[in-house]
């Protein structure tokens, strides 16, 4: 069973940074990008980042482009996304997401974990 | 900038036909890929490259893809299928992949 448990939300202040790791389970890991969308309250999906199966290609959407930055570590099955000069509007719920197979961009977010809860507040 | 354009809520009394559309300038020459979110889970993808359906997924949930609109079709509404609703597509000119606003489905 493809699983992914996210970990690392929390209460941060504006200006500040965290580090979201993902561990992922059930499928090899180091064959499929991986992608993190995230949630604000009230608000709809929004696309933040992905990664390729290597790790050497990665997209970021312009919202978060110089403050976040995505990685991972094929050996232990875990994504990060580290996040940094965090804003208000950055307080959402993050996704990590298995990309399905398939060139670019075009392929489908196949697989989701539980998300989670990064606040950012005085 | 690619935008999708979704209405943001739509109803249906159980066993009627629940149609939610997602609007996009050109949307037929894209692949789209549809979401369904509950609050407190995870997303789930329902429909893939416009009408592909994951193991797991009812046919009642179908979709399809032409000129500026795609839509999300489900038949036989349950109680189960209250959610929200979100299109996707990857803008090849900015290689970003892009999310409609969401649609909330209301069971009556």
């Known amino acids: 069973e493809v699983q992914m448990s996210e970990s690392g939300g929390g209460l941060v202040q504006p200006g500040g940074s965290l580090r979201l790791s993902c561990e992922a389970s059930?499928?090899?890991?180091?064959?499929?990008?991986m992608t993190w969308v995230r949630r604000s309250p009230g608000r709809g999906l929004e696309w933040v980042s992905t990664?390729?199966?290597?790790?050497?290609?990665?997209n970021y959407a312009d919202s978060v482009k110089g403050r976040f930055s995505v990685s991972r570590d094929n050996s232990k099955n875990t994504l990060y996304l580290q996040m940094g000069s965090l804003r208000a509007e950055d307080t959402a719920v993050y996704y990590c997401?298995?990309?399905?197979?398939?060139?670019?961009?075009?392929?489908?977010?196949?697989?989701w974990g539980q998300g989670t809860l990064v606040t950012v507040s005085a | 900038s690619y935008v999708l354009t979704q209405p943001p809520s739509v109803s249906a009394a159980p066993g009627e036909t629940a149609r939610i559309s997602c609007g996009g300038s050109?949307?037929?020459?894209?692949?789209v890929h549809w979401y369904q979110h509950k609050p407190g889970q995870a997303p789930i993808l329902v429909v893939y490259?416009?009408?592909d359906r994951p193991s797991g997924i009812p046919e009642r949930i179908s979709g399809s893809n032409s000129g500026d609109t795609a839509t999300l079709t489900i038949t036989g509404v349950e109680a189960g299928d209250e959610a929200d609703y979100f299109c996707?597509?990857?803008?090849?000119?900015?290689?970003?992949?892009?999310f409609g606003g969401g649609t909330k489905l209301t069971v009556l």
């Open positions: 997401v298995k990309d399905k197979v398939g060139q670019q961009l075009v392929r489908p977010l196949e697989y």
């Open positions: 059930g499928f090899t890991f180091s064959s499929y990008a």
């Open positions: 990664i390729s199966s290597n790790g050497g290609i990665t």
């Open positions: 050109d949307i037929g020459s894209k692949s």
């Open positions: 490259y416009d009408n």
């Open positions: 996707q597509v990857w803008d090849r000119n900015t290689d970003y992949r892009i």
